[in-house]
Every structure is written in C-alpha cells, then in structure tokens.
C-alpha cells in the first residue's frame, strides 16, 4: 500500500522553526521527485520546495528561499523540510508529494493527508 506521512507542524511563533518529514511507503523515493506544497486557507495549493534527486540543487518557491530547506534521505524513505524564520503568511496546511516529469510538466503520483503550520505570536 503506498503511503505518504506527513509530521512535524503545529504552532510556533513568527521567527520560529519547524522541521516537517514525510515518510514514504510502498514505493522508493529515490524512483521519484519529492515536492513540498502548501495551501492557505482560500488559497491554492502551491509548490514550497522540490528536491529531484540526492545531491542535486532543488528548487524552492520564491517567498521561501534563504528560510526553508529540503532534504530526504533515501536509505530512510523519508523526505523533510527545515523552516527557518518563519512567518505569519507561510500558515498552512503542508502537503508532501511523489513526482515524475512528463512532456513538458510534473505530475503528482501521490500525496500524503497534510499537516498544518501555524505561524501566530
């Protein structure tokens, strides 16, 4: 059974941080590039962080670069995000994700259930 588990959110204060892992099972991620996304309340779901392979330079989304960090380690299965210097606008339900490139895009062939960050002094 393929299984994406999300952990580590809850709530900290504006400039605190959080480490978020994403443990995989029933398939290896090392098949796979593994996304972080988040979705705000009313927002759409947006890419955070993208990590395509071990050892290669992984992409981050703007509003992040310099605070968050991805990493995985594939011997464990397992996917994490370092967050660093968070803020109130970076609440959200995080999401981790299996991806493959296809023709021109990245397709998800799966999510895990979320976990939610809440950034509030």
């Known amino acids: 059974q393929v299984q994406l588990v999300e952990s580590?959110?809850?709530?900290?204060q504006p400039g605190g941080s959080l480490r978020l892992?994403?443990?995989?099972?029933?398939f290896s991620v090392s098949s796979y590039a593994m996304s972080w996304y988040r979705q705000a309340p009313g927002k759409g779901r947006d890419m955070v962080a993208r990590s395509t392979s071990v050892g290669g330079t992984p992409n981050y989304a703007d509003s992040v670069?310099?605070?968050?960090?991805?990493?995985?380690?594939?011997?464990?299965?397992?996917?994490y995000l370092q967050m660093n210097s968070l803020k109130p606008e970076d609440t959200a339900v995080y999401y981790c994700s299996?991806?493959?490139?296809?023709?021109?895009?990245?397709?998800?062939?799966?999510?895990?259930?979320?976990?939610?960050?809440?950034v509030s002094s």
């Open 98 to 118: 299996a991806q493959r490139y296809r023709g021109t895009s990245w397709y998800t062939d799966y999510w895990g259930q979320g976990t939610q960050v809440t």
């Open 21 to 26: 892992s994403c443990a995989a099972s029933g």
């Open 8 to 12: 580590g959110g809850g709530l900290v």
């Open 65 to 79: 670069k310099g605070r968050f960090t991805i990493s995985r380690d594939n011997a464990k299965n397992t996917m």
